[in-house]
């Protein structure tokens, strides 16, 4: 694998994602659009982009392998609508235009609990954009579900990930494996290895198999 594109690599995971890409002697080339300038790098091509209003004709959109970590909360879209759009439309027509450029591998950044039928409409709309991201064809698809997430800064509030991670610390084993928080930085290493792989089909990394120290220090080629 030599070129990479990031999708949303200003987030948590995304951050995590870039500095893993960008000390990886194996990729020589990282694209990560982004709405505000990143840090400058020499394998680094950062294109100012609108997820709104994406440029279609981008001859970035063709690379080795794609990630995905775009996300928001419903708290910060402000509504269910605004949300879908930002969880589904925009990961769907980045996903779409990677696709049909010829990108042949791609990873997704879901949640664990992501089901049609969830109670919660954040974990559906999370399931729906899984769903229609197989349906667009990728020869390699890698969905990963982390838990709560520990290891980096966020640029708004998340109480909930910080109550979990108290209770973590309070109860470490007894807490089953699939619902304790997650290195962000194993989520970036999962995905990272899920597209340098590029095993056919889909494959969903729970967030259970996230907990692997090894995931950290992996290097993906």
Not at 57 to 84: E, N
Not at 171 to 198: D, E, F, T
């Amino acid at each position: 694998m030599t070129t990479l594109l990031i999708l949303g690599g200003t987030g948590v995971v995304g951050r995590q994602v870039l500095a893993q890409a960008l000390a990886n002697p194996a990729i020589t080339h990282v694209v990560a659009p982004t709405r505000t300038a990143l840090a400058a790098h020499p394998k680094l091509d950062n294109p100012l982009i609108d997820y709104a209003r994406l440029p279609a004709d981008a001859a970035w959109w063709q690379a080795d392998a794609a990630l995905c970590t775009i996300g928001t909360t419903m708290k910060l879209a402000g509504s269910q609508a605004a949300f879908s759009k930002v969880d589904h439309d925009y990961v769907l027509a980045a996903a779409t235009l990677a696709r049909a450029a010829g990108t042949p591998a791609f990873a997704y950044n879901s949640s664990l609990g992501a089901a049609p039928d969830a109670s919660s409409f954040y974990l559906r709309v999370k399931a729906k954009t899984e769903h229609d991201l197989a349906a667009l064809g990728f020869t390699s698809l890698t969905i990963v579900r982390p838990s709560f997430l520990y290891g980096g800064k966020r640029a708004d509030k998340r109480p909930g990930e910080a109550i979990a991670l108290v209770i973590t610390r309070l109860l470490g084993a007894l807490i089953p494996k699939q619902y304790r928080p997650v290195s962000a930085s194993h989520v970036a290493a999962a995905m990272l290895q899920g597209v340098s792989s590029r095993k056919p089909g889909v494959r969903i990394i729970e967030s259970a198999q996230l907990q692997s120290a090894q995931l950290s220090s992996a290097t993906p080629g």
